[in-house]
């Protein structure tokens, strides 16, 4: 007798979610944003209950440059409330603000001090850090009447990429009142390299004549850590005085260790007197100062011409085969 096979009841299909009904019909809105028609229901969607769909709205607004939509943004984040997984929603909200050049600093004041603690393994973990630090960056750029005082705040965030956020802002503010931060910030010591560095970077803008001197001593020092984080500040710069104590440093007897970082931080500089100081090094240099010059320019390998002036200058130095370095180091590139 054969056995008959059991029969599955079939499935009925799946219901869809009130999210997924919602993005369904925004859906034309998100995808052409700048059409006139877009406008409304996007603006509605700013004030959904669902903190996903704020998000995409936010984003929408900001890739299509809605006009005269200031106050809808702002609406929106008075409006957040409940659950924001990761402050998606609030962090677009304060995007779209900024990319619109928004004048009205409460969403941004609000965000500088707002945490937002959710469930992980283990003790719950604050996933509003780039939000604060997004709001340092819109606070600087309004000049926000409290903007040293929420950002001497942010220096003492728990969050390195917060206090980061906040002593770039300081030095695009441009007030060298805010140095006086920086300092402080440095001297309670911090050992996450991020902050140091922008830190540093910050003060060389705002106050160069305190920070020149502090880079220069830390450069010659016997801190490892602190000469890398000195020899990359200077090297970003663009100061004539930065670019001074780089090439002191080259000219280092000591050291060789202290000739390659110097080196390394003059190709980061990118003026010819820092380019034609390398290529010196490797015309004339040891073959140990040479090699450091010829792959410290090869981080420039994308620029033309370089790799033949490399070759060029190495033409005489007896001490290493500079045209087989380069073809290593910069990739066959040739110029």
């Known amino acids: 007798m054969q056995r008959r096979r059991p029969t599955t009841a079939p499935q009925s299909p799946r219901r869809s979610t009130a999210l997924e009904r919602e993005l369904a019909d925004l859906a034309p809105a998100l995808s052409n944003p700048g059409v006139p028609t877009s406008r409304e229901p996007l603006l509605a969607a700013l004030l959904s209950p669902r903190a996903t769909v704020v998000a995409f709205a936010a984003q929408a607004v900001r890739e299509g440059a809605l006009p005269d939509v200031e106050g809808a943004l702002v609406r929106a984040y008075a409006s957040l409330d409940g659950d924001d997984p990761g402050c998606r929603a609030r962090l677009a909200l304060l995007e779209a603000l900024d990319h619109l050049e928004a004048t009205d600093d409460r969403p941004f004041v609000h965000a500088a001090r707002y945490v937002q603690k959710e469930k992980a393994w283990g003790p719950a973990v604050d996933t509003a ?48 009142a805010g140095a006086g931060l920086l300092l402080l910030r440095l001297a309670l010591g911090d050992t996450d390299p991020q902050v140091l560095l922008a830190c540093h970077a910050a003060l060389l803008q705002l106050a160069p004549d305190v920070s020149l001197p502090r880079l220069a001593s830390m450069l010659s020092g016997h801190d490892e850590g602190a000469a890398e984080v000195a020899a990359l500040v200077l090297g970003q710069s663009r100061s004539e005085a930065a670019l001074e104590l780089l090439l002191t440093a080259l000219r280092d007897d000591v050291l060789p260790a202290r000739r390659a970082r110097a080196m390394g931080a003059l190709a980061h500089f990118r003026g010819e007197r820092a380019t034609s100081a390398l290529l010196a090094v490797v015309a004339g240099g040891r073959r140990a100062d040479a090699t450091a010059a010829v792959k410290a320019l090869a981080s420039r390998a994308f620029e033309p011409e370089l790799a033949r002036r490399v070759i060029e200058a190495g033409e005489g130095n007896r001490e290493l085969d500079v045209a087989a370095l380069v073809a290593r180091e910069f990739g066959g590139a040739r110029g």
């Open 129 to 176: 850090a780039g939000v604060r630090a997004r709001a340092a960056a819109g606070l600087a750029r309004m000049g926000s009447r409290d903007l040293l005082l929420l950002l001497g705040e942010m220096l003492a965030d728990p969050e390195p990429p917060v206090q980061a956020a906040a002593a770039d802002a300081l030095a695009h503010h441009g007030d060298r």
